[in-house]
């Protein structure tokens, strides 16, 4: 059976989702915790904002990844690999940075997790434009939290 792009989107979205929750496990905690105890800059967001913007984020990187699947091209397991591999490095930033409150490793890690998404993005502009567009809040999204968690981690160290 083959499933229309809407279709696609609904289950790509739902599965960003429902994994990008999984952080919140790591976060949660955190949160209330050391984090809250820490020196953050005055430009550090308030914590209210930080799950409707990923919720967003999550939606528009599903579509994105529909997009992609849904389409044509020689390189769109190379571009759906290259999304799981960040995704990966989405996730796991949260364990490292809320979980195991390793602000030093999380911008390691974060620091890739950049290079992935640009590859991505790349990849996906290969084979579905607007998808690679989707991509771009994102990206945008995660270079702030690099300079929060550099911030972070130089006020702290």
Known sequence: MKLSLISKILLSSTACLLLGSL???ATGEAVNGWYSHIIKPYWNPPNWLFG???TLLYLL???AFAMVWNGQGKNKRVALALFGVQFVFNLFWSFLFFGLARMDWALIEILLLLVFISLT???FSKINRTAAILMIPYLLWVGFATLLN????????
């Open 121 to 123: 993005i790349s990849a």
């Open 23 to 25: 952080s919140g496990i």
């Open 52 to 54: 409707p913007v990923w």
């Open 61 to 63: 990187m599903g579509a």
């Open 150 to 157: 550099s911030s972070l981690y130089f006020l702290n160290a």
